[in-house]
């Protein structure tokens, strides 16, 4: 059986263009991966605790991991662990990425769990697996319509990196403030982009795709 941990970072995923494709890979995973388990980690519906001063206290001392400092940490580690795929679906906010994916970040991003600090650097433990990332913004940082620029692909690719994941697939949902037609072309094109991935096949043929 397989098993998806999908992350939502959209503040409102009622209205969230990259929460409803979400809806739609996830329904399209079914029919090849039969049995699918989807671990749901909402942070706007759940909101993580901040770090508290236990945590960090935790984190310069050699700590077990069964320490209640960790409890929250070992439990979303424990969801990454027990994924094949991990779907993401996030805003690109200010030029990066919002404050609840960041601190969802630095809970699974821990010294001598998920990664090691060695002489050459900071070396992942985690086992490497699918990644895909749907990033939505209301204006264009690609391209020759580009208005701002992207600091949240970078940091996402050396973060995940740390962690051991580098089969990373970013599909970026621009311009979502346009016009109702430029929206709908959009979409259109991230769902061609995601059918040539093989997971996401049935998406090619919608009609044998349903709906979350």
Not at 18 to 42: C, N
Not at 85 to 100: Q, Y
Not at 131 to 153: I, N
Not at 177 to 205: H, I, K, M, W, Y
Request: net charge neutral; proline share 8%; glycine share 8%.
């Amino acid at each position: 059986m397989k098993t998806v941990l999908h992350v939502n970072a959209s503040p409102r995923p009622a209205t969230s263009q990259g929460y409803r494709l979400a809806g739609e890979l996830l329904a399209a995973l079914r029919p090849s991966w039969p049995g699918l388990a989807i671990l749901e980690r909402d942070l706007a519906a759940m909101p993580l605790l901040p770090l508290s001063a236990d945590y960090a206290e935790a984190l310069t001392r050699r700590t077990p991991p069964q320490a209640p400092a960790f409890t929250l940490s070992e439990a979303l580690i424990g969801e990454l662990e027990a994924s094949d795929l991990l779907l993401i679906n996030t805003p690109l906010h200010n030029f990066t990425l919002p404050a609840a994916l960041k601190l969802w970040l630095d809970y699974v991003l821990r010294i001598g769990r998920t990664f090691a600090s060695t002489a050459a650097g900071k070396h992942g433990l985690l086992a490497d697996r699918p990644v895909y990332l749907l990033v939505g913004s209301g204006g264009h940082h690609r391209g020759p319509h580009a208005r701002q620029p992207d600091f949240l692909t970078a940091y996402l690719r050396h973060a995940l990196g740390t962690l051991g994941l580098f089969d990373l697939h970013f599909i970026y949902l621009e311009g979502l403030v346009g016009t109702p037609a430029d929206v709908a072309d959009t979409l259109a094109a991230a769902r061609e982009q995601l059918s040539r991935e093989l997971p996401f096949r049935p998406l090619a043929n919608p009609l044998t795709t349903t709906l979350e």
